[in-house]
């Protein structure tokens, strides 16, 4: 059974750089693709970014100036960089695994970040 | 950007009620269309892909129908475990974009 375990810290200050780490168990590394997605307070679910072994990473049009999604393999987890945070980035962060055709099938517990001075 | 827009965000059914809820993308996604349930302070759980196909393990009370720009998740006999909230994503290209969301309350 695919499991995805997350962690990182859960207050920021502006300015800060966001950092959280998701580690991956029962499954191979390679051949997926592996996300973040985040939820706002009150809002919906926002798509941040993935990267694949082998591959490029990918991220949103919004955030690519900031987010840095990277992946190490000999540890079969994968990381999210978010540098220069505000308010608006508090959230709760979930990493998950996107299958490459379709969905995001697996998902971390999830990690609420509150950005605040 | 595609973007999905759900109707209605919340309705208040009870327990053995049919629910209907609907899906809208900006352009075409063909097929490319998932469904999910979302839990306060639990993970997504994929119920629906590629718009119609049942993920393993869910319960057959759930169904998807459409392609296109319309798309609808039913649930044929509300159970308690049900009220959540369920979002719809399209994975036709990205930036990934999530619906609003639909609240199931009673």
């Known amino acids: 059974q695919v499991q995805l375990q997350q962690w990182g810290p859960g207050l920021l200050k502006p300015s800060e750089t966001l950092s959280l780490t998701c580690a991956v168990y029962g499954e191979m590394f390679s051949g997926y693709y592996w996300t973040w997605i985040r939820q706002p307070p009150g809002k919906g679910l926002e798509w941040i970014g993935e990267n694949i072994q082998g591959g490029s990473a990918t991220y949103h049009p919004s955030l690519q100036s900031r987010v840095t999604i990277s992946l190490d393999t000999s540890k079969n987890q994968f990381s999210l960089i978010l540098t220069s945070v505000t308010a608006a980035d508090t959230a709760v962060y979930y990493c998950a695994r996107y299958d490459g055709a379709n969905y995001f099938d697996y998902w971390g517990q999830g990690t609420l970040v509150t950005v605040s001075s | 950007d595609i973007q999905m827009t759900q109707s209605p965000s919340s309705l208040s059914a009870s327990v053995g009620d049919r629910v209907t809820i609907a899906c809208r993308a900006s352009r075409s996604i063909s097929t490319y269309l998932n469904w999910y349930q979302h839990k306060p302070g639990k993970a997504p759980k994929l119920l629906i892909y590629?718009?119609?196909r049942l993920q393993s393990g869910v319960p057959s009370r759930f169904s998807g129908s459409g392609s296109g720009t319309d798309f609808t998740l039913a649930i044929s006999s509300l159970q308690p475990e049900d009220f959540a909230t369920y979002y719809c994503q399209q994975s036709h290209s990205t930036p990934f974009t999530f619906g609003g969301g639909t609240r199931v309350e009673i």
């Open positions: 590629s718009a119609t």
